[in-house]
């Protein structure tokens, strides 16, 4: 095999991949990354075997061929590279020979055919959408997926793809995010759960104006511009999260988004490293936030302007789960719904565009006795 390539466009291409390489690989041949020549381009693969991402580059191939390349020396080594032309040629052995003007680099590869193989993915349901409102879906619930591996069904999105609309929804049970997109859909409904490490990679490596979504059974395919992720879905059920959803709330709070995260996280700095607790006290167009470390013997108090006109209400929160439920509202204005303390608050944005909703939950903390 022989190639001649841009070291920009390969360091590229392979800083695209290497989020597909373990970092303690199982098996030897895992952590190196497959150049293959094919259609008058080099293709690069990795994979970890759950998760596989390929990018195609331009290269002037010379003779074609496939060899698997130790991943981190070679991306190391490029690194220090300015933008020149790097000349490779593979022998019989898998001896890889690289040289640019600067020098002469080699590297022992491994046989192409030990590669796991990845899967194609030629069939399936197809779902069409632009990288940005599949981004914007990855957003608005990454950061609720839960962690939990005694919850593996948790550990990923759960994409509900319609033919008219698609929701988008993770927890980790503390808080929930269910988010809607009337621009996203499918061929056909459908229903899977996406790993948050393939989501992230998705995010990372998409490179296009469009994504196209493959889906079967075991797998999904995202393709973005000249990038493939494939990753194995996760076979678990998800759980019922529309149960845990609040319908019957009465009380109402609309208030600026930012003075109210700004506050939560200056409040909750004296609030206990070990439960993070808040508590929200509700009354007439007046919101108090505070906060006691007991161990510290340190307390804060803010009281902010607000829309409320209901029943006064105290109730309690994690400052990390509502500061983060906050972050991820776009509108200057966000609403809660209450019903009681020991019942799930609902957060929404004031307003939503005609294509997309989303709908947080936060689950309430039982508020210590102290005034």
Do not use: W
């Not at 190196?32 to 191939?61: H, M, P, R, W």
């Not at 061929?65 to 220090?80: C, D, F, M, S, Y």
């Not at 998409?206 to 979504?213: F, H």
């Not at 983060?324 to 608050?345: K, T």
Request: proline fraction near 4%.
């Amino acid at each position: 095999m022989k190639f001649s390539v841009s070291s920009n466009e390969l360091n590229k291409g392979l800083s695209a991949v290497i989020g597909a390489v373990p970092s303690k690989a199982t098996l030897p041949i895992l952590e190196t990354i497959l150049f293959e020549s094919e259609d008058g381009k080099l293709k690069l693969s990795a994979t970890d075997l759950e998760i596989a991402i390929v990018e195609y580059i331009d290269a002037d191939i010379e003779e074609d061929g496939a060899v698997a390349i130790p991943a981190r020396r070679l991306l190391e080594t490029l690194r220090q590279l300015p933008n020149i032309p790097v000349f490779f040629s593979v022998d019989d052995r898998k001896n890889v020979n690289f040289r640019t003007d600067k020098g002469t680099y080699k590297l022992v590869g491994d046989d192409a055919d030990e590669f796991p193989e990845i899967p194609s993915l030629q069939e399936g349901v197809e779902i069409a959408t632009s990288r940005e409102a599949i981004n914007n879906a990855i957003d608005k619930t990454l950061f609720a997926v839960s962690s939990d591996d005694l919850r593996p069904a948790m550990m990923g999105v759960y994409f509900k793809i319609g033919t008219s609309e698609s929701k988008f929804v993770a927890t980790d049970g503390y808080r929930l995010v269910e988010y809607t997109n009337r621009k996203i859909t499918g061929s056909s409904d459908t229903e899977f759960i996406v790993p948050d490490k393939a989501l992230g990679l998705v995010q990372k490596t998409a490179n296009g104006e469009e994504c196209e979504i493959t889906v079967t059974n075991d797998h999904a395919r995202f393709k973005s511009g000249s990038t493939i992720v494939i990753t194995r879905l996760i076979n678990e059920q998800y759980p019922n999260y529309d149960s845990v959803i609040p319908r019957d709330n009465n009380k109402f709070l609309t208030i600026s988004k930012e003075q109210m995260l700004s506050t939560v996280r200056r409040v909750a700095i004296f609030s206990s490293s070990t439960t993070r607790q808040i508590r929200l006290q509700l009354e007439a167009d007046k919101l108090t936030i505070r906060a006691e470390d007991l161990d510290m013997s340190s307390e804060a108090k803010e009281t902010i302007d607000c829309d409320y006109n209901n029943d006064g209400l105290e109730i309690g929160f994690n400052a990390k789960y509502l500061g983060d439920v906050l972050s991820n509202i776009d509108d200057e204005q966000v609403s809660f719904e209450f019903s009681s303390p020991n019942r799930a608050g609902i957060v929404r944005p004031s307003e939503e565009s005609e294509h997309e909703e989303i709908l947080m939950v936060v689950m309430p903390v039982m508020l210590n006795n102290y005034s």
